[in-house]
């Protein structure tokens, strides 16, 4: 596109508008849409957005509209110098000794001491505020009101009568402009009058500028330490006829047909320049035409999203409001249409909040800030020990691999500030992180080992350069990006590993398997060597590397050491309860009924535990599962379902998948179909919105439609009877392909394969009485299926190839 732009600027245009024709004409398609009768009265009501850096919640009020703003970079905090104690390497080994010599009492005693972090500034991410509008209205009363966010252009739209006049508002973030963009407009001349304002909870000053307002100031949030960046925004307008009056903090508008608000904030995080950029940002866009630089936005953004569509059948409901949707779910009934808006409505949020420039990637909450999370004692921060991973569990699959740029920004930057805790808390080389992190290089551990002592955290978020290299075969990133931050952390696991004398295995810790404990004469404990998570992930970060090496033809050496020392990890074993064993001895659980279920990672997102490889264990799983779930006062929150979905799906048990799905729109999600961490667990007074169950929602959904991970792609290997017709579009395997999929009555009808790369493929056909016509190209092809039911291919990048069934 940008070649024939150089070239025939005219024709560009036409392609833009006609690109603009295809998104509108889809505007009836309910399974892209959220929409209400009503504005929100309740931030966990109102609708998203976000262009990567700034997150906004539209309320879509009619005499009085809230807009609460977010950026990325708002944190409070600073680094920190001083966060880990200096326990070294020969006291490591004295703690070690006390484990290995069976007294775990003294041992957790000990490890407390000496292991524990020491934050002093470890800050939060926190809102900024809201900005106001304030409208005067004729006498009349309102009709048809409407707020949609339609998720094919990123567009959040609310329309309204009052009288015989129609108003009408567009908001959207723009990436292209680095601004959150608002026109207001009205089908009479000069039927608009309103103020603008903030309502700010960060301390400002806010100036008058001759179009608009600008603030200033310093984040402070004593509640997690000193310490905080400095902001700069600004708001500014442009209107069609009427008149712009800046005084006393507000902007006054009077008698204007049009109106168009530009606002941008930054801050000093990584950006010595922020005042400048901010200013300047807001005064390009409102110098440009509104309608060009709205048709930018939606190029760029729907080159993401129309990669990849669900489409489940149609519902009885898909006419109804959203939020009257949720709640017939919310009552106990199914509805297939919100289940494919709830997936397609996960990769909307995560394009909104991680693109490929962003400066950090999403947090707890995403981009956005409810000012609830911030609040608690686990802050609204990079939580390694499951929610990071899940807000990226859905970008491969899902066909986004551009937005994991900035999670692996993050886990370089971890790679580096973790060297130093790595040598001063376990005296190895490499790099370690741990339960939590922030923006500021915490790598240590958590202040309480109990949930904090968890040094494979760093292998675990450092896997995902290692997924993504599986999906794109892209060997540049791997030799420049993904293998020297693996590497490191292999170093790490080589040197922090001890050899048990007990039984001659090599064995991490003392550490957590997060955030639980067992039983042990007694007492109620958390540490111990070589919790099964820690076996899961130092398998495979070591196992990825040796494949690295391989690959790219380098450090024989290393990799013969890895190899060694793969060969000296424990096993996986099945526990006396029948479950996957969650510790190397087999303690009984304090917290039977506990949300984390960490060494089921063997199941999903790995692949160390397989039907097809490790059946024995597959039933151990599904058992861990099932004495979880029926767990009296099991700790159900919206991740630990999400993660059902995925270990269900990877059980190929479609009722028990689907189950975990309605189970997470139904507890675990508000009327925006956001997730929620409810009141009552992990200390919250409240329901919380946490970005991590949209995300790992959305990924199970497509786990349950498309799996890649044996070797060979399988079609829709967990599909519940209640999707029994439906299709999908550009879902993402490893190896690099996009699959198209059609099928009616829980029957595959057609599939098409197309390679991004160039590579070898293998499908698994589950019906092997009713074979498909292959068409290569479009061209029809012989291929013949093996005793397992797999055919096999190969594929140039762009080519494809067909799967037809009569």
Not at 189 to 217: H, V, Y
Not at 324 to 334: F, L
Not at 751 to 778: E, M, R, W
Request: charge should be neutral.
């Amino acid at each position: 596109m940008r070649y024939i732009k150089k070239l025939i600027p005219a024709l560009s245009l036409m392609l833009l508008t006609c690109m603009s024709v295809q998104v509108s004409a889809s505007q009836d398609n309910n399974r892209h849409k959220l929409w209400y009768k009503q504005p929100a009265k309740v931030w966990m009501e109102s609708s998203p957005l976000g262009n990567g850096r700034i997150g906004a919640m539209v309320y879509g009020g009619i005499e009085t509209e809230t807009i609460a703003l977010n950026e990325i970079t708002m944190w409070s905090g600073e680094r920190d110098k001083f966060q880990e104690r200096l326990c070294g390497k020969d006291m490591l080994n004295d703690i070690r000794q006390i484990f290995f010599a069976g007294d775990y009492s003294k041992g957790n005693r000990i490890a407390s001491d000496y292991l524990s972090g020491t934050p002093h500034s470890f800050g939060s991410h926190v809102p900024l505020g809201d900005l106001k509008m304030n409208f005067k209205y004729p006498q009349g009363n309102v009709s048809d009101y409407r707020r949609e966010l339609n998720l094919e252009n990123a567009i959040n739209t609310v329309t309204f009568n009052i009288g015989n006049v129609k108003y009408t508002r567009e908001y959207f973030c723009s990436n292209p402009d680095e601004a959150l963009i608002i026109k207001l407009s009205a089908n009479k001349a000069k039927a608009l009058n309103l103020n603008l304002s903030f309502d700010l909870l960060r301390e400002s000053d806010i100036r008058t500028t001759n179009n608009g307002l600008e603030f200033s100031g310093k984040v402070s949030f004593p509640k997690q330490g000193p310490g905080g960046v400095n902001f700069s925004g600004k708001v500014g307008v442009t209107v069609k006829d009427g008149k712009i009056i800046t005084k006393d903090g507000k902007i006054e508008i009077t008698d204007a047909t049009s109106v168009v608000i530009a606002f941008d904030v930054r801050t000093d995080y990584s950006n010595p320049k922020y005042k400048e950029d901010c200013i300047k940002t807001v005064d390009n866009v409102l110098a440009q035409n509104y309608d060009k630089v709205k048709q930018k936005h939606i190029t760029d953004y729907s080159n993401l999203y129309s990669r990849v569509d669900l489409f489940l059948g149609n519902s009885e409901t898909d006419n109804l409001p959203t939020d009257a949707r949720w709640k017939r779910v919310k009552d106990g009934a199914n509805d297939i249409g919100l289940d494919a808006l709830f997936f397609n409505y996960a990769r909307y949020l995560l394009i909104a909040a991680s693109r490929e420039n962003s400066p950090l990637p999403a947090n707890l909450q995403g981009i956005w800030n409810d000012n609830l999370a911030c609040n608690m004692g686990w802050t609204n921060d990079y939580h390694l020990d499951i929610n990071t991973q899940q807000n990226y569990w859905l970008s491969n699959i899902g066909n986004l691999g551009e937005c994991n740029k900035p999670l692996f920004n993050y886990i370089e930057d971890l790679s580096i500030q973790g060297q130093k805790t790595a040598k001063n808390v376990y005296g190895t080389r490499g790099w370690t992180a741990h339960t939590v992190a922030n923006v500021w290089g915490y790598t240590s551990p958590g202040q309480s080992p109990n949930w904090g002592l968890f040094p494979t955290g760093s292998s675990w978020i450092a896997s995902h350069l290692w997924t993504h290299y599986n999906y794109t075969l892209d060997k540049e990133f791997l030799k420049d990006k993904a293998y020297p931050i693996l590497k490191s952390n292999a170093e790490f696991l080589l040197d922090y590993m001890a050899v048990n004398p007990n039984n001659g295995y090599l064995m991490t810790g003392p550490s957590t398997s997060p955030e639980n404990a067992f039983s042990y004469k007694g007492e109620t404990l958390s540490l111990s060597m070589m919790p099964t998570v820690d076996r899961v992930l130092v398998l495979e970060t070591l196992s990825s590397c040796v494949e690295i090496s391989e690959i790219l033809g380098v450090d024989k050496d290393f990799r013969d050491s890895l190899k060694i020392a793969i060969a000296k990890l424990p096993p996986l074993k099945i526990g006396k309860n029948g479950g996957v064993q969650e510790w190397f001895e087999d303690f009984d659980e304090a917290q039977p009924n506990h949300r984390h279920t960490s060494h089921l990672l063997a199941l999903y997102p790995f692949s160390q535990i397989s039907p097809v490889k490790t059946p024995a264990l597959v039933k151990a799983a599904r058992k861990t599962m099932e004495l979880r779930l029926a767990a009296e006062g099991w700790e159900d929150v919206e991740w630990s379902r999400a993660n059902m979905i995925c270990n269900y799906a990877r059980l190929l048990d479609a009722e028990k998948a689907y189950e975990s799905v309605i189970l997470l729109e139904r507890n675990f999600s508000r009327e925006n179909l956001l997730t929620i961490s409810p009141e009552g667990i992990a200390g919250a007074p409240y329901d919380i919105f946490i970005f991590d169950g949209n995300e790992a929602g959305g990924a199970g959904i497509a786990e349950m439609l498309l799996q890649s991970h044996e070797g060979y792609i399988q079609f829709l290997p967990a599909l519940p009877k209640e999707w029994n017709t439906g299709s999908f579009k550009g879902l993402h395997t490893q190896g690099g392909a996009e699959v198209d999929l059609k099928w009616k009555t829980g029957k595959v009808e057609n599939a098409i394969i197309k390679a991004s790369v160039d590579n070898n493929y293998s499908v698994k056909l589950t019906d092997t009485n009713n074979l498909p016509q292959f068409y290569k190209n479009g061209k029809h092809i012989m291929l013949k299926q093996t005793d397992n039911g797999l055919i096999s291919f190969s594929l140039n990048k762009g080519e494809t190839m067909e799967l037809k069934y009569n």
